[in-house]
């Protein structure tokens, strides 16, 4: 699939999470939070009742009010497409559904090559709903840039190969040191979707882009050098004429950090477990994004800032800093403790 991203894009030259994801110093601290459009906030769910995920994410007008939300409500510095990591695979034909509760369970998973071979490929216009949405986000959104995102090829195999979540991912590593032709080639149809959904994000407008590969951190370095840095690779280069942001988040990466930067990343996400010092000393010269436990919301407002200060002081020493969270948004957490999450990390100092 191929889009054309010489579409003319929105000036926010000095949108703060713009400044910083390209290693300036911005006029604040700016902050958005994986999962801050959902189950936290009630005018989502008053929205969402009676809909499927996947109904929701293919629905323009649906995708851009939920996406709306939390700029409205938590005054963040970006918004974040409201989407889903499999929306591509179903996009492109793959029997799949998000089951409540559960998440994404796969009809027929994927362990032969055979199954390989028939993975259907993504065409732009499959994803014509999303690109629609992206447009009339771009429109509404005034000064606040919209993140684009997608998979990235190893997670989007986990839930292909073991047919939903894992916890040990035994059958997805399985087949990856029994048959590495069959998870190469995989990985590398997994990655010309991913780049596909992607580049139509682009081409529509987005300002920035982030590659969720959640399920990395299950790996080792060498293994991941192997098996996954290749395909994030082709993911992330075959952007490289996107002229926004490319952020690379996985959960568990302490240990991938450099090999994630490595694959192309701008911006390279860290979840709660590495200090952000820690993290900008893998990464030299790049800016980081993080990193607040997501229970902390829960400890009481003297803990929160007490935690925010910190963070943002360690995030100093990297390039540029974008503080959120280590992982997304619980759903029973208070949307009024989100909103003075964000007011603090705003009132601290930027410079380094």
């Known amino acids: 699939m191929t889009e054309s991203l010489t579409l003319p894009r929105r000036s926010l030259t000095s949108a703060p999470f713009l400044v910083a994801a390209r290693g300036g110093v911005p006029a604040r601290v700016p902050v958005w939070f994986m999962r801050q459009a959902g189950r936290s906030l009630p005018e989502y769910r008053a929205l969402r009742a009676g809909t499927a995920m996947l109904a929701a994410c293919f629905d323009p007008a649906m995708v851009t009010e939920v996406t709306l939300q939390p700029v409205r409500r938590h005054g963040v510095d970006a918004a974040i497409l409201f989407s889903d990591i499999v929306v591509p695979l179903v996009a492109a034909g793959v029997d799949l559904d998000i089951v409540a509760g559960t998440g994404p369970v796969v009809a027929e998973p994927v362990r032969d090559r055979a199954a390989v071979d028939a993975l259907p490929p993504l065409h732009a216009e499959q994803v014509a709903p999303v690109a629609e949405a992206v447009r009339l986000l771009t429109a509404e959104l005034g000064e606040t840039p919209l993140i684009g995102f997608a998979g990235a090829p190893f997670t989007l195999a986990s839930y292909l190969v073991e047919g939903g979540p894992s916890r040990n991912h035994e059958r997805t590593k399985a087949l990856m040191y029994a048959e590495p032709d069959t998870w190469h080639a995989l990985l590398d149809r997994l990655a010309d979707i991913a780049l596909g959904f992607l580049r139509a994000q682009v081409a529509a407008g987005v300002d920035a882009l982030q590659l969720f590969d959640s399920w990395a951190g299950a790996l ?59 993290a900008a000393a893998a990464v030299p010269g790049a800016p980081v994004q993080g990193n607040l436990d997501p229970a902390t919301l829960f400890a009481g407002d003297e803990v929160i800032r007490r935690e925010v200060g910190r963070i943002v002081a360690e995030g100093r020493s990297a390039a540029g800093h974008v503080f959120n969270l280590g992982h997304g948004v619980l759903p029973e957490t208070d949307p009024d403790v989100i909103t003075r999450t964000v007011a603090h990390a705003h009132s601290l100092p930027t410079g380094r």
């Open 220 to 278: 080792s370095l060498r293994d991941y050098r192997e098996f996954v840095l290749p395909h994030s690779t082709k993911v992330l280069s075959g952007l490289s004429d996107a002229g926004v942001p490319r952020i690379h988040f996985g959960v568990g990466t302490g240990h991938l950090l450099g090999a994630m930067r490595e694959a192309g990343a701008d911006v390279v996400g860290v979840d709660w477990r590495t200090p952000l010092d820690v």
